[in-house]
Structures are given as C-alpha cells and as structure tokens.
C-alpha cells in the first residue's frame, strides 16, 4: 500500500556518465514489487521526481537516475545518512510468470533499472534470462556486470558502437541470435515502438513526465490500441503494459 514515508539513505554513488545508485533503506519496501517506481520530493521544488526501483532487498531499495535537470542534480549530492521524503510505492509492475522457461528482457538507458529486479525474481525460480542493453556510448554503460552476476546471458549495444554492438539493443539480439519471444522491456519510446513491432508476447513498461504520480491529474495518459476512445494513465494503470495494450502516438 502505498505511503508518504522517510528514507535513509545507505548510499548514494555515481556509477556512469550523469548516472547515480541510490540506495535507501525505508518501511515502504517490503511493499515494493518489480516495475513500480517511488515519488522522490526534492527541497526546493513542487512536483515530486518519479523514479523506477531497480532492485528490492528485505527492508532497503535501489533506485539508479541520471542527471536531467535541476531537482535530480540535487538529489546526486544528497549523502549517506541522510534522510529523504519518499511516495510509494506507485503503479503496477511486471508480472512474473514462472511457467517461463527462459525470458529477453530489453532496457534501453534510464529505462535499464527495472529490469533488474525482474531479472532476480527469474534467476531465483531457475529460468534462463537473456538481458540486452542498449546505450549512447561506452560511457552511459551500467549494470552490465550487475547482470551478470546473476547468471544472465548479456549483450550490450551502443549507438555510435564504442562498447559491443554498434545500433539498438534490437541489433544486439539479432547479433546474438537470442531467440526468445517472451519480453520485458522499458527505454525510449522509439525503442518500445521496435519491440512491440516484432514481439507479441510479454510486457512494456513506458516512461512519461508525471505530475501526481496516483493518477489524479491526467497529465500522463496514452490511448488503448483496440479501443480509441480509452485511456490509461501510466502512472496509475501502469508504467508497465501487455504488449498490445496502448496505442503509439
């Protein structure tokens, strides 16, 4: 259920080009289910930051953000044993479903960290987890070693090709000859476009500016695909979708 509360934070590290680990211990995680994300309220400004957890242990969560502006700056020079205002958690996450012999889990940048935690849930049921993650450049890499210590099979794909396969994660798998049609995904929307053009099967999980972040505000809908007229609010219905569900404007 989800609350206001206090976190505590355990730390907080950069780990890639305008990329940090946050790691904070808080009541709310034992609530916490992969997919989901927490609202982060920063001093000095209104609207709350939206931010997906990465990984959820027995009473501490990560979340990994990048620099973007103002309010995640001041959250990268936040510092261990600091306290920090915590929403959550928000939204429905990935399902896991165990009859899953092996699963492709697709993460393009920011949109990585999610996937993690749903990567742990499959590694501890025994199921063979193919990862391929996609970024700008060498330097933007993260959680690839993360992955695998898990045990993941992992490709990694850059746009100007300076760290494994030059193209999106999409040409990483074909480079891979991954053949998995079972899917979690969450990136650009240009990148989730791609996957649900070629997969039927699995779950998106969509990235968008957020207001309330408990579906109040109606700032972040997007169209059912089979019926026009019906919205969804990403932070409410979702961030993550079936494959098929809503529409790409």
């Known amino acids: 259920m989800m609350q206001e509360t206090m976190g505590l934070i355990i730390s907080n590290e950069q780990i ?78 990935y399902p896991i479903h165990e009859e899953q012999k092996d699963v492709l889990l697709l993460g393009g940048g920011i949109g990585v960290p999610p996937l993690y935690e749903v990567a742990k849930r499959y590694r501890a049921l025994g199921k063979t987890v193919y990862v391929a993650l996609g970024f700008d450049r060498k330097g933007s890499v993260f959680f690839e070693r993360e992955f695998r210590k898990l045990g993941c099979q992992v490709v990694v ?49 969509f990235e968008a500016r957020m207001a309330c972040g408990i579906g109040a505000c109606m700032a972040c809908v997007c169209k059912d695909r089979e019926d026009g007229k019906l919205y969804h609010r990403i932070c409410k219905e979702g961030p993550v979708f079936a494959i098929g569900k809503v529409g790409f404007a």
């Open 16 to 93: 890639a080009d305008a990329t940090y680990r946050m790691e904070i211990k808080a009541s709310i995680t034992e609530a916490m289910t992969p997919g989901q994300f927490v609202n982060i309220k920063v001093k000095e400004h209104l609207l709350r930051r939206p931010i997906s957890i990465a990984s959820i242990e027995e009473d501490a969560f990560v979340i990994v953000y990048r620099i973007v502006g103002d309010g995640t700056r001041i959250l990268s020079e936040m510092k261990k044993g600091e306290m920090i205002d915590l929403f959550g958690p928000l939204g429905n996450g």
């Open 157 to 205: 794909a850059t746009m100007d090709g300076s760290y494994g396969t030059k193209g999106t994660v999409l040409d990483a798998v074909e480079k891979a000859k991954i053949d998995v049609d079972f899917v979690y995904s969450c990136g650009p929307m240009a990148m989730l476009k791609a996957i649900e053009a070629r997969y039927q099967k699995g779950y998106t999980s």
